[in-house]
C-alpha cells in the first residue's frame, strides 16, 4: 500500500473515531439538557443552545485533528479533553438562564477534575501530542470564558473581571502584531497553576454561600494571579525581542 493511501487510511480511521464520540456524547448531552430543561425550569431553547455550542466545537476539532493529528485514533486523552468541552458547552448554555449556581459549581469543578486526568492518560499511554495540549488549553480558556460570563451574570464580579477571559486571547492576538510574542515559552507549571487558580476562584465566587464584597475580592485574587503569570511570560520574551526580528529577515 502507498503512502498516501496509508494516510487516507490513517485520516478515515481518525475521522471515523471522532465521529463515534461525538455521537455518543451529543446523545448524553441532549438527554442531559432535556433533563435539566424540565427540572430546573431553564428556557426552551436551552437544549439547542448547548447543542449548538457543541457541534461547532466539535466541528473544529474534527477540522484540526485530521490536519494536525498524527495517529489514525483519536486516543483516551483527547476523548477526555472532548467530554470536558461537552460539559462547556452546557456551562455557556446556562449563560443568559435562571440562576443556577449549584450546577454551575458542579458542572465547573467536574471539568477541572478531568483536566487532570486527560493529561494523565496522555502520559501514561504515550499518547501525548502537539494537538493535544493545545486541545486542552483551548478548552481550558474556553472554561474560562464561561465562567466569567456567569459571574457577571450573577453579579459576583465587576465588569473588569472580563480581563480574565480576553487575556489570553489578547496575548494570542498581540503576537501577530509583535513577532517576538509568538516565540515558543518554556513550559512551566505556573502556567497551569495560574489557570487553575482563577478558575477555582470564579468557581467559588459562583457558589450560592459566597455574596459580595467577598465573591468580588476573590475573584480579583484569581485575576491578579493570572495577570502576574502572563506578565512574567511576556517579561521573559521581552529579553531580547530583536533575535525574532533577525530571524524573520533571514
Known sequence: ????????????????????????????????????????????????????????????????????????????????????????????????????PWLVVIVASFVLVLDGVDGWLARRFGVASDFGARFDMETDAVLLVALVALAWQYQKAGSWIILAALMRYCFVASSYFFLWLSRPLPPKRRRQTAYVIQAVALIVCISPVVGQPLSGAIALLGLAVLSLSFAIDVAHLTQDPSDLVKHSRT
Open 1 to 100: 500500500m502507498s503512502k498516501n493511501n496509508l494516510t487516507a487510511e490513517r485520516r478515515k480511521n481518525l475521522v471515523n473515531d471522532i465521529l463515534r464520540i461525538n455521537a455518543i456524547l451529543i446523545v448524553a448531552l441532549v438527554t442531559f439538557s432535556i433533563a435539566l430543561l424540565r427540572t430546573l425550569q431553564l428556557s426552551g431553547i436551552f437544549p439547542w443552545k448547548v447543542l449548538g455550542l457543541f457541534l461547532v466545537g466539535s466541528a473544529l476539532t474534527l477540522i484540526l485533528a485530521t490536519r494536525h493529528f498524527p495517529s489514525h485514533s483519536f486516543g483516551p486523552a483527547n476523548q477526555v479533553t472532548l467530554a470536558r468541552a461537552a460539559l462547556v458547552a452546557l456551562l455557556f448554555g446556562l449563560i443568559g438562564e435562571p440562576l443556577v
